[in-house]
């Protein structure tokens, strides 16, 4: 696995882990790699991933805690929709 490139399926992994737990973060759209920062955009929304997390579940998903998971869940961000009008 190259230095700079995440394996995809581990985020989405990550996200269908969270979608367990909190259901609007949704299905994944695309992201983003900036440092150790990963930003994945949903069909709902967005939820900032830490690059060590996504390695975590690249290598050893056991060891990541649900409480953990649950705090990162309550930060997911909601899209807002476009109203008709």
């Known amino acids: 696995m190259s230095q700079s490139k995440l394996p995809l ?3 989405v992994e990550l996200l269908m882990r ?3 737990i909190n259901a609007q973060i949704g299905n994944y759209k695309n ?6 920062e990963v930003l994945v ?3 709902n929304g967005s939820i900032q991933l830490s690059r060590t997390l996504v ?3 690249f290598n050893r998903p056991e060891d990541i805690q649900k409480r953990d998971l649950e705090s990162l869940a309550s930060r997911f961000r909601r899209r ?3 109203t008709k009008g």
């Open 80 to 82: 807002l929709s476009k």
């Open 41 to 43: 955009r949903t069909t």
């Open 9 to 11: 399926y581990a985020i």
């Open 55 to 57: 390695l975590s579940q």
């Open 31 to 36: 992201h983003t790699e900036r440092g150790d």
């Open 18 to 20: 969270l979608a367990g």
